[in-house]
């Protein structure tokens, strides 16, 4: 009579196993990737080579001298740590700040909750929200992508965001149409291609969209946790917009400026962070939502995605205990 295994999430119930569904996670980014480093050169490629380095380095030596167990870093995870984080940062960052983004996600938000599985928060945004609050100049300092769709010349070597010309231009007294209609405004073609200013892997939405078409093929994430996102986020940022056209930007340009696609697709539906039943992750995916575009609208960071993943990962454990799934073999009490 054999035994059933039973180990830490994520638990897999098909043919796939952690390994496969991490490698597929970075064939999914692959898209992104060249992205980064068609708009921003060799620096981007930078970034991902010492930040995917540093997090496997940190994983192989907390394992293998602290805590003494078996080395896994094979297994993916690491990897995908790695290239999340940099797709968090600008593509000008020094390098000893990714090593220390890269020893926070994976010593403190991995391993010293038990390593892959164990972790409540997504490692990735962990490092990266622990980055812009102690670096925030060098987390905030974007370098301007080579323009492809822009016709405005521009001998700035760095920039704001599409959502950072939106707030400073908003506080300052001017409205969304005059914002949006100067030469300089990125607008919507080029946050979908990825001609704007931003953290590496956010820029191009059409680029992470392919990965995210990838990973539903592949069964990677399911549809519940990015459609709970990007509905509650369409409908709240929506009702802004209608309520005032003039100081309150449409839902297309909050979907396609920033991290939103990215944090949806590939770091909201982290296995580990994100609840377990359907119904959860549809709560999960709603209050996620909500608060992206609340941070976005009133906080005083442009970008509300990281602190709204990441503000969702601490009510995960009390999501999945209000939304348990039935055990199996489990009989319900009459009235019950």
Known sequence: MSLLKVSGSP?????????????????????????????????????ILISVAACLFFEWIIQ??????????????????????????????????????????IGIAKMSFGGLGKNPFNPALIGRVFLLI??????????????????????????????GILK????????????????????????LMGAQAGSMGEISAIALLLGAAYMFFRKIITWHIPLAYLVSAVVFSGIFWLIDPTH?????????AGGMILGVFYMATDMSSSPMSPKGQLIYGVGAGILTI???????????????????????????????????GEVLQAGK
């Open 11 to 47: 638990h897999v119930h098909d043919h796939q196993n952690v390994k496969s569904i991490m490698y597929g996670v970075v064939v999914a980014m692959i898209p992104a990737i060249f992205v980064s480093v068609y708009f921003f050169g060799l620096d981007a490629a930078r970034v």
């Open 64 to 105: 293998k001298y602290l805590l003494k167990g078996p080395v896994t870093i094979t297994d993916g995870s690491a990897l995908v740590t790695g290239v999340l984080l940099a797709f968090n940062v600008p593509s000008n960052l020094p390098t000893w700040i990714i090593i220390i983004g890269a020893l926070v996600s």
């Open 134 to 163: 102690s670096f925030p100049v060098q987390m905030t300092s974007w370098p301007l992508p080579k323009a492809l769709f822009s016709s405005s010349v521009t001998d700035a070597i760095t920039g704001p965001t599409t959502l």
């Open 168 to 191: 400073e231009g908003l506080n300052a007294g001017k409205t969304v149409q005059e914002l949006m209609a100067s030469p300089d405004f990125p607008g919507y073609m080029n946050d």
């Open 248 to 256: 309150y930007i449409d839902p297309l340009m909050h979907l396609l």
């Open 294 to 328: 609340l941070i976005r609208v009133w906080g005083a960071y442009p970008e509300g995605v990281s602190f709204a993943i990441l503000i969702m990962n601490a009510f995960t454990p009390l999501i999945n205990k209000a939304f348990k799934p039935r055990r199996f």
